[in-house]
């Protein structure tokens, strides 16, 4: 019987991926199927981490997350919990040897969404990689499947690719992370005067990581490398459509690539596959 509660705690990550993004959840659908539950559980985990921060306003945000946080380690510590999120997320790690300064990073830069609104370098640099690159990195141990030759050496293309993830979403969630929540995440950034130059250089920063990403997608297993490389055309096109939008047009709605796009880019990359 523990089998099917593990089965159904797996089944809730998966629900939870797929309610919330479909890009995602059309990269993990072409990663090899043996790797499937393992990634849905990370971003189950991640993403109602997330919430907790930016959604659950009437509620004592800063007490639910630390809940959360001692809940995650004791999951951890007994291998089990009733939460279904945190089973399956605990299961990841215990099975693949994800690291605990991966996750105290991650809760980490959750506690700073709490109270900071703005960043200076050293900030945004923690904040980076607690939110986006450390998630690369789990989901790097997956991939490698217990090579820790391997790991290490993919660890700076995953920690770049999650780092351009994640300054693909400061562009695109302006509206939402300045004018919602008074969020400006990007140092020396003013987003009341935000300059063409100053879109410039973030962009720059961005292609920059993607560049470094690259080397590191080609180099995966083959189980995981057309997944991995469908998250990056997606969010690669979306990076596009905003360096080709003005200013004002990121500023005042969410950019996005239609479930279209979405798909004909699937279709495309499964024919060119062999070449990447």
């Keep these: 019987m523990l089998a099917l509660y593990e089965q159904t705690t797996l089944e809730c990550s998966r629900l939870i991926t797929q309610r919330y993004s479909t890009s995602f959840t059309l990269g993990i659908k072409t990663l090899d199927p043996k790797l499937h539950w393992a990634i849905y559980a990370i971003y189950g985990f991640v993403r109602y981490a997330d919430e907790i921060v930016d959604t659950f306003h009437d509620f004592n945000k800063k007490e639910l997350l630390l809940r959360f946080k001692y809940d995650t380690y004791q ?23 994800i690291e605990r300064p991966l996750i105290e990073a991650f809760l980490r830069s959750m506690e700073m969404d709490l109270d900071e609104t703005k960043y200076n370098e050293a900030g945004y640099e923690t904040y980076i990689y607690g939110s986006a690159e450390v998630v690369g990195l789990m989901c790097l141990r997956v991939f490698c499947e217990g090579d820790c030759q391997q790991y290490d050496q993919l660890c700076e293309p995953a920690r770049r690719l999650g780092s351009a993830f994640q300054k693909v979403n400061f562009l695109r969630d302006i509206k939402s992370d300045f004018h919602d929540r008074g969020r400006v995440y990007f140092p020396g950034v003013d987003f009341s005067r935000f300059s063409p130059q100053d879109k410039k250089s973030i962009e720059a920063d961005i292609q920059a990581d993607f560049d470094a990403a690259l080397t590191g997608i080609r180099q995966l297993p083959r189980s995981a490398r057309m997944g991995v490389y469908l998250a990056y055309c997606y969010y690669l096109r979306l990076f596009a459509k905003i360096k080709a939008l003005p200013i004002a047009r990121i500023q005042e709605e969410r950019i996005r690539v239609p479930d279209v796009q979405k798909l004909l880019m699937l279709a495309k990359i499964y024919l060119s596959f062999r070449t990447i």
Excluded: D, M, R, T
């Design 75 to 97: 999951a951890i510590e007994e291998g089990i919990s009733l939460n279904p999120v945190l089973h399956s997320f605990q299961k990841v790690v215990n099975q693949f040897g």
